[in-house]
């Protein structure tokens, strides 16, 4: 690999955005609404990489990423991430949560404690929300207390863990999620 470099790639979700350096993979985006959108928040996370071809090692994580996101099993665990400038405690978080297998989940506390850091939930949600390695660091596995499915972090796109979590089976896709909770859809009212 030689410097930094992007590119956008189709999966069954939508188009997709990866970002790399010569240490590995910089950051994965989950489609936004529109592919321009996608792209403008690619260039807003990775402003000096370049729209390049992906080396063999990237292609080999696109591949993996757009099987995960058609239901099929995929080893992601060998990709190499560049985890420059991230805090030392999200870096653990991320390689934590890398280990939780396909069609599991966990909730913030669990992960905190197994990473005997037992009362650190919430820093455990915060790295979350900020997981710039979608998918290849599977976030939408670790969910609130109570099992909620919440929104994904800030690279998730409009793709909420309920749906990234169906497409693995771990959930129903008509599970409910805390949005579901707080505001209930209303029964249509009668016309007349």
Same mark, same amino acid.
Not at 4 to 23: E, K, M, P, Q
Not at 55 to 62: D, G, M, V
Not at 91 to 110: A, D, H, L, P
Not at 128 to 151: Q, T, W
């Given at each position: 690999?030689?410097? @930094?470099?992007?590119?956008?790639? !189709?999966?069954?979700?939508?188009?997709?955005?990866?970002?790399?350096?010569?240490?590995?993979?910089?950051?994965?985006?989950?489609?936004?609404?529109?592919?321009?959108?996608?792209?403008?928040? #690619?260039?807003?996370?990775? *402003?000096?990489? @370049?729209? #390049?071809?992906?080396?063999?090692?990237?292609?080999?994580? +696109?591949?993996?990423?757009?099987?995960?996101?058609? /239901?099929?099993?995929?080893?992601?665990?060998?990709?190499?991430?560049?985890?420059?400038? +991230?805090?030392?405690?999200?870096? &653990?978080?991320?390689?934590?949560?890398?280990?939780?297998?396909?069609?599991?989940?966990?909730?913030? /506390?669990?992960?905190?404690?197994?990473? &005997?850091?037992?009362?650190?939930?919430?820093?455990?949600?915060?790295?979350?929300?900020?997981? *710039?390695?979608?998918?290849?660091? *599977?976030?939408?596995?670790?969910?609130?207390?109570?099992?909620?499915? !919440?929104?994904?972090?800030?690279?998730? /796109?409009? +793709?909420?863990?309920?749906?990234?979590?169906?497409?693995?089976?771990? +959930?129903?896709?008509?599970?409910?999620? #805390?949005?579901?909770?707080?505001?209930?859809?209303? *029964?249509? &009212?009668?016309? /007349?």
């Amino acid at each position: 690999m030689s410097g @930094r470099g992007y590119t956008v790639f !189709d999966t069954t979700i939508g188009r997709c955005g990866i970002a790399w350096s010569d240490l590995g993979v910089l950051g994965v985006q989950l489609p936004e609404a529109r592919e321009i959108e996608t792209r403008r928040r #690619l260039f807003q996370l990775f *402003p000096d990489a @370049r729209e #390049l071809r992906p080396p063999a090692e990237i292609q080999s994580a +696109i591949d993996g990423i757009a099987a995960l996101l058609r /239901g099929k099993v995929a080893d992601l665990s060998e990709i190499r991430l560049d985890t420059t400038g +991230i805090p030392a405690f999200n870096v &653990r978080v991320y390689e934590f949560t890398r280990s939780i297998s396909r069609g599991e989940t966990m909730t913030y /506390g669990e992960v905190a404690s197994r990473l &005997r850091a037992s009362g650190a939930s919430h820093s455990v949600a915060q790295a979350i929300s900020k997981n *710039p390695f979608m998918i290849i660091v *599977p976030c939408h596995r670790v969910l609130e207390a109570g099992g909620y499915a !919440d929104r994904i972090s800030a690279n998730g /796109g409009s +793709i909420s863990k309920r749906r990234l979590l169906s497409i693995e089976g771990a +959930i129903s896709p008509n599970s409910k999620t #805390l949005f579901d909770v707080l505001l209930p859809v209303a *029964p249509p &009212r009668p016309q /007349g």
